[in-house]
């Protein structure tokens, strides 16, 4: 249960976080957004406030933005439509009712003839064949079945806004996940305590060869076989091709200077066989170095990732290598199961994967739409919504099949 708690909360947050970007800047941006969702298909709990109806969805695989012209609007008044008004005290449509007789304010009911929703803000009525034409306030609501849908005046919609506005709007979810990321590293260096870079010890590896040697918590090691070491990675380097090969390490214990002679243990890294000691280096608590060691980590992360995916596009990865949502949740049981602060790591971590992945320049992508938005302003047009829409539907088809694929692989793994 605190496995399943773990995985909810970290999904939860990665996709909140997203989303959360793309509505603030929407909005900055003045446009209007219809819904805020977490998860897909049936609306578990779901309130409205200022404007937005935010729901929380049956399955927790995603989230989205709805924003007025993006998409298709979730209810189209058309012509021959019986529907009721209510009417505010300068006469104005404030409410459109789908089913007049269900509504106890209406006050208005006709036949749709024309409704303009966009640009004039108008609906025409045809009521005991005599044509009504009513104007529409910039807040109205239409109502069918309990569902509640604001009109979108055309500059309130997604294509009405400047390029730039709308980049900003797109580009803000992934931003948002870096910035997640930077935090939650923030988080770990105040509660853990960021590595020192000098070379003091942190803690000793039971049984391991500095054990066996006798050095402790608290020294600091100033040279390996009479060299120097200033850092961390000085004493990394120096002990890297002496495995097994015994090695005067210099350390002060309490302000005093000593020798003692180690064998470092073999270990496999990278494909090389390397001396180590089995000791980590000591950590400190400062909040400036929690700030810039989270932003170094930060970026780190960002640059592996980024590396592995060129590896995936130049044929050196495979596909088969890929972990979908079921690898991602048995890694992150085994990830709880180690504690909180490698809980924090490994869902920043995921968070810069989850930005780098909606950066890439693909169909139904957030580095897609970014894509079209480009050539957008180089054109000095909009390219045809219908022939955007239908290759980010292509995309998202082929996302969908890529799913399955790294899902299959994720269950053959789990049961082998």
């Known amino acids: 249960m605190t496995t399943f708690i773990a995985i909810v909360l970290m999904f939860g947050v990665l996709i909140s976080v997203h989303e959360w970007g793309h509505l603030v800047m929407a909005k900055r941006a003045g446009i209007l957004c219809h819904e805020f969702a977490i998860g897909f298909g049936p609306k578990i709990v779901s309130f409205r406030k200022n404007e937005t109806l935010y729901t929380i969805r049956l399955l927790p695989i995603g989230g989205y933005v709805k924003m007025a012209g993006e998409d298709f609007e979730p209810i189209e008044v058309r012509a021959g439509q019986h529907v009721g008004l209510r009417l505010t005290e300068q006469g104005t449509v404030d409410r459109v009712y789908f089913q007049p007789d269900t509504a106890t304010d209406v006050q208005v009911v006709g036949t749709v003839d024309k409704f303009d929703a966009t640009h004039e803000l108008k609906v025409q009525l045809l009521i005991d064949e005599e044509v009504r034409v009513y104007s529409l306030e910039r807040d109205t609501l239409l109502v069918d079945q309990g569902m509640e849908i604001q009109i979108a005046p055309y500059d309130r919609t997604f294509g009405a806004q400047s390029v730039w506005k709308r980049v900003l709007a797109i580009a803000a979810g992934p931003a948002m996940n870096f910035v997640l990321a930077f935090i939650l590293l923030i988080i770990v260096g105040l509660v853990q305590g960021t590595p020192t870079n000098d070379g003091q010890i942190g803690t000793v590896q039971p049984d391991s060869a500095a054990d066996e040697a006798g050095l402790m918590s608290g020294d600091e090691i100033v040279?390996?076989?009479?060299?120097?070491?200033?850092?961390?990675?000085?004493?990394?380097?120096?002990?890297?091709?002496?495995?097994?090969?015994?090695?005067?390490?210099?350390?002060?214990?309490?302000?005093?200077?000593?020798?003692?002679?180690?064998?470092?243990?073999?270990?496999?890294?990278?494909?090389?066989?390397?001396?180590?000691?089995?000791?980590?280096?000591?950590?400190?608590?400062?909040?400036?170095?929690?700030?810039?060691?989270?932003?170094?980590?930060?970026?780190?992360?960002?640059?592996?990732?980024?590396?592995?995916?060129?590896?995936?596009?130049?044929?050196?990865?495979?596909?088969?290598?890929?972990?979908?949502?079921?690898?991602?949740?048995?890694?992150?049981?085994?990830?709880?199961?180690?504690?909180?602060?490698?809980?924090?790591?490994?869902?920043?971590?995921l968070s810069v994967n989850l930005a780098i992945f909606n950066l890439l320049p693909l169909p139904a992508l957030d580095g897609g739409r970014l894509i079209f938005l480009l050539f957008e302003a180089v054109r000095g047009r909009p390219i045809d919504p219908k022939k955007e829409g239908f290759v980010h539907f292509i995309g998202f088809a082929l996302l969908m099949i890529l799913m399955l694929i790294v899902t299959w692989n994720d269950i053959q793994s789990f049961f082998k």
């Not at 270990?267 to 170094?296: C, D, W, Y």
């Not at 290598?321 to 890694?331: C, D, E, H, S, T």
């Not at 709880?336 to 790591?345: K, R, W």
Request: net charge negative.
């Open 223 to 349: 040279s390996i076989e009479g060299e120097p070491v200033t850092d961390w990675l000085d004493l990394r380097t120096a002990l890297a091709d002496r495995a097994d090969t015994p090695t005067d390490v210099t350390y002060v214990r309490d302000g005093e200077e000593a020798t003692v002679t180690v064998t470092p243990q073999a270990v496999e890294q990278n494909g090389e066989t390397v001396g180590i000691l089995g000791v980590t280096n000591a950590l400190e608590r400062s909040p400036f170095k929690a700030v810039t060691t989270g932003a170094e980590t930060t970026w780190t992360m960002s640059t592996l990732i980024f590396s592995a995916v060129g590896d995936l596009v130049t044929g050196q990865v495979g596909v088969d290598q890929l972990a979908g949502p079921v690898g991602i949740v048995r890694m992150t049981d085994e990830v709880a199961a180690s504690g909180l602060i490698m809980l924090l790591n490994w869902t920043a971590l």
